[in-house]
Structure formats: structure tokens, C-alpha cells
């Protein structure tokens, strides 16, 4: 009797602790991105995984292949006039939002001119265009004041913010305000109801999505979905990341943490892959107003002095995960010159102290903003910390989590005041690899990116590069770009570290792309 | 009673204003900009301001505070600045979370804690107290996260048997539901059995030294009676302290042991909220929690007249 009493307990209590199996049956893949995505407007935030959530249901106009060649998407035909001033575009029939409505040239016209408001490259576009006009229903048109050699990479920009097409009643939205309603065009719908900030976000197959016919390449081509469902889940915890995965619990995860890869070592169910033509690059940056880095001399002595294996080596590690690589423009770019970079070498104190000597420098405090909040970037200011010590300088490093480094980058005051001399960043090389598009080769002093860098030459060779159609004379103009970032010490690239993504045989071949599609996943 | 209940929600009122007055102070004085969060890395400074302005930051800090304690005294907690979603909404789908957790690593507390303080102080200095007390002191000793990640190790990744990470709600069935909790409970019981039959004991030993226990012996109880419904009831008054303080600390959130288990609950969404300076759910969250600590406070003392007819307020 006690027996059979105890047999019915636990074959109760099996019944009530073992989940149902079918209770995930509907879920297609769940992936795990490089963040939590809480801010859904990719216009609003340049926030990487915002972009990320974009493209699952937002479409462009142009998209870039593998070879960073922009191609139609959206777009089905399109002409340009002899004198390079008029543009028209035809869209693809059939083209609808996931509200059913189709998608017409006033959806497009509004939302480039949002799109605009908050991008660089968006910015100089509508800087050189007379008119912006709809033909009809499917057309419009494009006329500039001045022939442009940047309209359709700037139509195909991959990076944040990214020109997505959405219906004009939500693209009228000032630019300021985020949109919270998520309708767009693009292989998948957003689940409205299913979305918690920081949590979880769903995303269903669009079935009246038209893939274009050609196979995918890149961000550009068919996106043929496969997939039902996909199903964002945040894992802020990296170990717990990679355990989930090999439990089988999640199918894929955007990037593994450098010292967590090896636990992927000899499990057959993962596939653990590099990010394709696509790393995140450490910079340095210094303040140009303020003493001792408004001296250029004080820049080259500072650059002379850094190494980019120091700082690759206490951030990733491993020397298969990551570039070595002096370009301003990223060794992603198809403009990429490493011309005149020293850190990429073992660097020459001696000259470096020199340099300093003649700069006339008299020990001014120099203040290195170090971020303890990320993983990413921990170690990097201890090295610029130590590399600075060692020819003289007198460092301050001062530790703060990251939105603290954020507002605290923007004072311009002098470092006694709260100002700052030097800080880090890990930026995309998406971001990076175009110079009208790279924040830190913005030289237009005050009203620029923090750090300040004024230099009129390179706003001209900028513009130069800006209006040239002409790809071997826009490779110059991107050689002379990088020798005079060198030699005024814009910023100093610190090494590319090369991301690996990681995902269980249910996701099936993805596509090559810089950034995670799930189009092909099947 | 009665009186005493209204008599102490009335009392929490000044306590809920100044913790309010006091977050929204500490807030605006330390270092960062919810717009750049949000703007992200490469915004320029109109687009900042701009976003500024829409937010109502640009505003003086005095219009800003009379903003937020007007909507609050409309029990309007205001909305996420940076998922502009309200913030009585975010809390309420990260409480379930929260709540699962802490009820079942509260209920495996209070049933190992208590009879192993209670039998430890029985069997004063043989070995079962031996064992309990060396194990109590290695569990209080170990940190959350080196037992999350062990467990881990061991029932999901080796075994197989149990789920490395995340929450089911109770909605989807009683199975996923537990079946999810298992191992990040047991993490978070480790500390709180420790902690709890340690006082346990300490409580029991004091009492079991009393003449009425002597002479509730004396007159033949039978012991289980003498320990559980004599001892353990005049033990009672700091075991049930300590279980409200642990009760207030999971409801608060744990931190270490919902990001190991990633389970969405109070205490990730508060971490996440101040290095965002998402102003609005700080200060939400922190409200919340001053009423969930008003209200554990309330039905410890209530506690205290039921276990003591002495204690008078």
C-alpha cells in the first residue's frame, strides 16, 4: 500500500515537473543578440540592435552585396540622367506593408526624409537634392543641384541609422520621438503583443513578402524566409548564453565572448562561425581643445607610443580572432589603406619621447576615460593608461560605466574642470569603412564628434570623395584620406577584433552576411 | 488590530514621499544622459537636444520633480524613457518573474531551515549539529553565482535533466512552470537555509534552556510537542524577522542569481534601468519596493501579536 501510495506520488510529480513537449512546438529558432533591444525605432537610435531588429521587418531601396556593390532591392528599375542630376526610381509591383497597404513612392519620399534628419550620409545627400517627387503610385524621382557619386551607397547604407522604408503615416513622425508601432515591409512581422523591453521580441514570417529573384547576397537579394518564427530572447550573461545553446534551449547567438569560444571545442550539434567582412574596431580618441592633445606634435609623440597587439592581446586574446590593421577606414572597407599607421608595429619609445620633448610638453594632466561596465572595452584604457606612463605623460585614468563616459565625453572644459583628454570605443566597421559615414574623421571642429577635430582639409577631401563618381579617383581620395588622418593624429585605431557567432544545426546555412539574416535559416 | 493596520499605512506615506523625493534627487545628480543613451553613440548634439526637449529633460529640476509627484500621487508611475512603455506595465511583467522565484526559494527555506534549527538545537553538539552547522557555514560562504553555475554544470549541461535558463509563467502549466524554477530556487535557498537555521538554532538554544520547557517536560509532554508547538513558538520572534527580511530582499530583486538563470524578473530590470538612467522605472521600481517593505513590515508585526498575546502596540 505505502508502496503504491509512493509509486503515485512521484509518477504525479513527474507529471506536474516534466514540461509539456509540445509547449515550444511553435517556436522556430530563438536567437540571442549581442544586447537587449529596447528601443524599436531604428531611425530614432543608431543602437546596434535596433538595426538588427530592423532589418527582420523593414526593407530598403538598395542594399549592399558581398562585393559592396549596391543593388536594387525595393527598387526594380531605375535611371540616371546623362548630366548625373535626375535619378528615377521604379518600385517593384506588389511591394506591401504588413498592414496590407502597398507601399508607394510617398511612403518612400517620407521616409528617406526622416531617415535623413538623423544620419550623416542622409544629411549630405539631401544637402546636394534640389527635389525629392513622386511620378506616380511607383515612381519617383531624385534631382540633385550637383552631380553625386554617393546616391545609391547612401540608399544601400548597411550601417545605423539605416534608410528602412516605412508607411508615411509613421514616417512623418518627428525624428526626435521614437515610433513604437512596428509596421514595415520586410520578410518578417513584428509581434506588437509578444514585445518585453530587454526581454523577449517575436517575429513572425510575412506571408505576402515577395523576394526578389536573384540568391541573397550579403544584405542584398532574395530573402526567402523559411522560417515561421523567430523569437529574440536576451541573455545578458554570456556562460549562460553558451550553456543554453549546447543545452539546445536557444539556436543562435550573435557573438561569443573571445574566452567563452573553446566551450564550443568538440560539441558537433554547434557551428561556430566568424562574422562575415565585418569587426569591430577599438579607437582612441583625443580631445583637440583642450591641452596637451590640442598640439599635434603631443598626438604623434602619444600615437608613437601605442601598440595595437597590447591592446588586442589583453582584449581578445586569441590571435585567429583577431586584425591587425592601421586603416582610419577599417580593413572591411573596399577603401581600406594602412599608409603612414605606426601602432600596428612594435612601437619606438625613444622616438616617441623625442617627440614629446618637442612638443614642449610640461606635464599636463592628460584624463583617460576608462568604461568598467562593458567586457568589451575593460581592458583597453589601462593599456593607453601605460603606453602614455612610459614616455612621460602624466595619466589619469578614470574609471565610470559607460553612460557615465557618454555625457562626461561631451564636456569641452578643461580636465580640472570635468573635461577629459582621451577616451575608447568599439565601433562596428560598418560604420567606419566609408569616410563620410566614420564619426571620427568628422573634421568640423566644434559642432562635430566629441573629440573635436577641426581640420579643413580633410572637410575637403571629404566633399572631393563625396561628389566623385569615379571609383579609381575616389580610391585616391581615400589614400590621401588616410595619410592626413595619420598625420594629424585624427584617431588611432587600435586593432579590429574579429566576432564569432555561434548556432545549432536547426538554424540550417545562413546567409554570408556582415550582420545575423535569418532569410535563408531554415 | 484594525487600528493598528490603518494607524501604519497611514505612517507609510511620509516614508513613501521621502524615499521618492530622495530617489528623484539621487538620480538627477549622478552622471549621465538618458538621450544619449538612446541616441546611441554617434547622434549629433541637435538630435540629442531635440530628444531632450521631447523627454521633458531640458525642463528646471524643480518642474521636473512637481511632474513626476503629480502623476505619482495619481497613482500614475509614468512611462520608460527609453522603451516608452509604461512603467506600471514594465513592472507588472517583470513581477511574476520575481514573485515565482521568490515564493518557491521561500518555501524550500522555510522547510529545510526550520527543522534543521530546530533538530541542530535539540541535538546541542552531537553530530547532526556538527554537519548542520559546518554545512550552514560553507553554504553562507559560497557566493550565488559559483552555486548557479555548479548546478548548472552538473543537472543541465552533464545531466541533462533540468533547464539551463529562463522562466515559463505559470499559465503555460504547473510542469514548465516548476520545471524552470528547480535549480535557480535551490541557488537561492542555499543562503537563505543557511542563514535562517542558523538563527533558528541560535533562537532554540536560548529558549530550550527555559523553566517552562523544563517543566512542560516535566509534566510528560512528548517531546515533539515540547520543541515544535512550546520552543519553537517563543523562538519565533527573530525567525520570523529574519524570513521578512529575506522575503523583501528576493522580492527586490536577485540580481546575481535572475541574470545566471536569465529570468526577467525586478531586480534586472532596476540594474538595467539605472545604467540607462531611465529615470521614470528607477524611480517606479524603487516605489514599489518601499511599499512591498511598508507591507512586509506590517505583516511581521502582525505576526509578532499572533505568536506573542504579550506584544502590545
Known amino acids: 500500500m505505502k508502496k503504491s501510495l509512493l509509486f503515485m506520488a512521484a509518477a504525479m510529480c513527474a507529471a506536474v515537473v516534466m514540461p509539456a513537449s509540445n509547449a515550444l512546438a511553435d517556436v522556430n529558432i530563438k536567437i540571442v543578440q549581442h544586447g537587449p533591444l529596447r528601443v524599436l525605432d531604428p531611425i530614432f537610435t543608431s543602437a546596434y540592435v535596433t538595426r538588427n531588429h530592423g532589418y527582420m521587418i523593414f526593407d530598403t531601396l538598395f542594399a549592399m552585396d558581398a562585393a559592396g556593390k549596391p543593388q536594387p532591392q525595393m527598387v526594380d528599375t531605375f535611371t540616371e540622367s546623362p548630366d548625373r542630376l535626375t535619378y528615377t526610381f521604379k518600385l517593384r509591383s506588389g511591394l506591401k506593408f504588413h498592414d496590407g497597404a502597398p507601399v508607394t513612392s510617398d511612403d518612400v519620399i517620407a521616409s528617406l526624409q526622416r531617415w535623413a534628419q538623423r544620419d550623416v550620409m542622409g544629411t549630405r545627400l539631401m544637402a546636394v537634392t534640389e527635389k525629392l517627387s513622386a511620378v506616380d503610385a511607383n515612381t519617383f524621382t531624385l534631382q540633385l543641384k550637383k552631380p553625386y557619386g554617393q546616391v545609391l551607397d547612401s540608399l544601400a547604407k548597411p550601417g545605423s541609422p539605416v534608410p528602412f522604408i516605412m508607411p508615411k503615416r509613421l514616417a512623418d513622425t518627428p525624428s526626435s520621438q521614437a515610433i513604437t508601432e512596428m509596421i514595415g515591409s520586410g520578410p518578417f512581422k513584428f509581434v506588437q503583443g509578444d514585445f518585453q523591453p530587454g526581454v523577449k521580441a517575436t517575429y513572425l514570417k510575412f506571408a505576402d513578402y515577395v523576394p526578389r529573384a536573384e540568391p541573397a547576397s550579403n544584405f542584398a537579394g532574395g530573402k526567402v524566409v523559411k522560417l515561421d518564427r523567430v523569437e529574440v530572447v536576451n541573455i545578458a550573461d554570456g556562460q549562460t548564453a553558451v550553456n543554453a545553446l549546447r543545452n539546445g534551449e536557444i539556436d543562435f547567438i550573435e557573438n561569443v565572448a573571445p574566452d567563452l569560444l573553446s566551450q564550443f571545442d568538440g560539441v558537433k550539434s554547434v557551428t561556430v562561425e566568424p562574422k562575415s567582412r565585418e569587426s569591430n574596431m577599438y579607437t582612441l580618441r583625443m580631445n583637440w581643445l583642450q591641452p596637451p592633445f590640442d598640439n599635434v606634435k603631443v598626438r604623434r609623440a602619444a600615437m608613437a607610443a601605442l601598440y595595437q597587439l597590447d591592446y588586442l592581446d589583453a582584449s581578445v586574446g586569441d590571435e585567429k580572432r583577431y586584425t591587425v590593421c592601421g586603416a582610419v577606414l577599417s580593413c572591411a572597407s573596399p577603401y581600406k589603406s594602412e599608409t603612414g599607421a605606426t601602432q600596428t608595429k612594435a612601437p619606438d619609445l625613444a622616438r616617441a619621447r623625442q617627440l614629446l620633448k618637442e612638443s614642449g610638453y610640461k606635464g599636463e594632466k592628460v584624463v583617460v576615460l576608462h568604461s568598467t561596465d562593458l567586457r568589451v572595452l575593460v581592458n583597453i584604457a589601462p593599456i593607453t593608461a601605460q603606453a602614455l606612463r612610459s614616455i612621460g605623460m602624466n595619466v589619469d585614468m578614470q574609471a565610470m560605466d559607460f553612460t557615465t563616459l557618454l555625457a562626461r565625453r561631451t564636456k569641452k572644459d578643461p580636465v580640472e574642470k570635468g573635461g577629459w583628454s582621451i577616451f575608447q570605443s568599439s565601433l562596428t566597421t560598418l560604420d567606419l569603412s566609408n569616410p563620410l559615414v566614420n564619426p571620427n574623421l568628422d573634421a568640423r571642429g566644434e559642432a562635430g564628434y566629441p573629440g573635436w577635430t577641426k581640420d579643413d582639409t580633410m572637410e575637403s577631401l571629404k566633399d572631393q570623395f563625396a561628389v566623385e563618381g569615379d571609383e579609381a579617383k575616389r580610391m585616391q581620395l581615400a589614400e590621401a584620406i588616410q595619410a592626413r588622418a595619420v598625420d594629424q593624429v585624427m584617431y588611432v585605431p587600435l586593432g579590429e577584433a574579429i566576432e564569432y557567432k555561434a548556432y545549432s544545426a536547426k538554424v540550417g546555412k545562413l546567409v554570408d552576411a556582415q550582420l545575423p539574416m535569418f532569410w535563408s535559416a531554415k | ?313
Open chain 2, 1 to 313: 488590530m484594525l487600528s493598528l493596520i490603518i494607524r501604519r499605512l497611514f505612517a507609510a506615506i511620509p516614508v513613501v514621499l521621502i524615499v521618492a523625493t530622495v530617489v528623484f534627487l539621487l538620480l538627477r545628480m549622478a552622471p549621465g544622459d538618458p538621450a544619449r543613451v538612446i541616441a546611441g553613440d554617434m547622434a549629433s548634439e541637435e538630435t540629442i537636444a531635440q530628444i531632450r526637449s521631447n523627454l521633458a529633460l531640458d525642463q528646471p529640476l524643480i518642474k521636473q520633480y512637481a511632474l513626476a509627484m503629480g502623476k505619482m500621487l495619481q497613482g500614475d508611475l509614468g512611462t520608460s524613457i527609453i522603451s516608452q512603455q509604461p512603467v506600471s506595465k514594465l513592472i507588472s511583467a517583470r513581477l511574476g518573474p520575481t514573485a515565482a522565484l521568490a515564493s518557491t526559494a521561500m518555501l524550500l527555506t522555510i522547510l529545510l531551515a526550520i527543522p534543521i534549527g530546530v533538530l541542530s538545537a535539540w541535538w546541542h553538539r552531537r553530530w547532526f549539529d556538527r554537519v548542520a552547522t559546518a554545512s550552514t557555514i560553507l553554504a553562507f560562504s559560497v557566493p550565488a553565482f559559483v552555486v548557479g553555475y555548479v548546478l548548472i554544470l552538473v543537472f543541465s549541461v552533464q545531466l541533462n535533466w533540468l533547464p539551463v535558463q529562463g522562466y515559463t509563467p505559470l499559465a503555460d502549466g504547473v510542469g514548465p512552470f516548476l520545471y524552470r524554477l528547480v535549480l535557480p530556487s535551490l541557488t537561492l535557498a542555499t543562503v537563505f537555509v543557511a542563514l535562517i537555521t542558523r538563527i533558528t538554532r541560535a533562537s532554540m538554544l536560548d529558549i530550550l534552556g527555559e523553566d517552562f520547557v523544563r517543566t512542560a517536560r516535566a509534566k510528560g509532554v512528548p517531546e515533539k510537542y515540547v520543541l515544535f508547538r512550546h520552543a519553537l513558538r517563543n523562538a519565533a520572534a527573530p525567525i520570523v524577522t529574519v524570513i521578512g527580511v529575506a522575503i523583501t530582499t528576493l522580492i527586490s530583486g536577485v540580481v546575481v542569481t535572475e541574470t545566471i538563470f536569465n529570468i526577467p524578473g525586478v531586480g534586472s530590470l532596476i540594474v538595467d534601468a539605472v545604467l540607462a538612467r531611465d529615470y521614470p522605472v528607477v524611480q517606479g521600481t524603487i516605489l514599489f519596493f518601499s511599499f512591498i517593505y511598508v507591507f512586509v513590515n506590517l505583516a511581521i508585526d502582525l505576526i509578532y501579536v499572533l505568536l506573542d498575546p504579550r506584544i502590545r502596540y
